[in-house]
């Protein structure tokens, strides 16, 4: 099977997650580069407040829905699963399905991290209900921004 290679990946998580931003109204642009704490900046043009975004991905539908952190910076984590197929299956065209996106304060981060000598990793796990209600929660940016969503596009 060739090696994929996960910047392209990457860069289609943070773009999907502009995406989803912008299309309820909150006008979100890419950091500068090489800010290791987040990957976007959400904005509030009429209170010129921000909030930042650390975008995290996974490809595989199989993967065991885990991510590594690095720094609690961001206001934001979004945790994307890209479910592009079954790789470790050595089956990648099975399973594949939409993406799925977990919207987590920095407080909800820090509860829920598991801290070992060599790393430092959140785990998502299907139906757990700890996350379920971060599922698809644009709507938290939205409040920490104070912008008014109900009139926007509803998922």
């Known amino acids: ?48 407040t921000s909030t930042t975004v650390q975008v995290k991905s996974r490809f595989q539908t199989d993967c065991d829905r885990s991510f590594p952190i690095n720094q609690i910076n961001a206001d934001y984590f979004v945790f994307v699963f890209l479910n592009m197929g079954n790789w470790y299956a050595d089956k990648p065209d099975e399973g594949i399905c939409a993406p799925e996106f977990y919207i987590v304060p920095k407080s909800g981060v820090n509860k829920f991290v598991h801290r070992t000598k060599s790393m430092v990793k959140i785990y998502i796990k299907h139906g757990d209900p700890n996350f379920e209600r971060f599922r698809d929660a644009w709507y938290l940016i939205a409040q920490d921004l104070k912008i008014d969503i109900k009139s926007s596009i509803v998922f």
């Open 1 to 48: 099977m060739p090696r994929l290679d996960t910047q392209v990946p990457t860069e289609g998580a943070e773009c999907l997650v502009q995406g989803m931003l912008c299309r309820i109204a909150i006008p979100t642009f890419k950091a500068p580069a090489f800010r290791a704490a987040y990957d976007l900046i959400a904005i509030n043009p009429k209170t010129k």
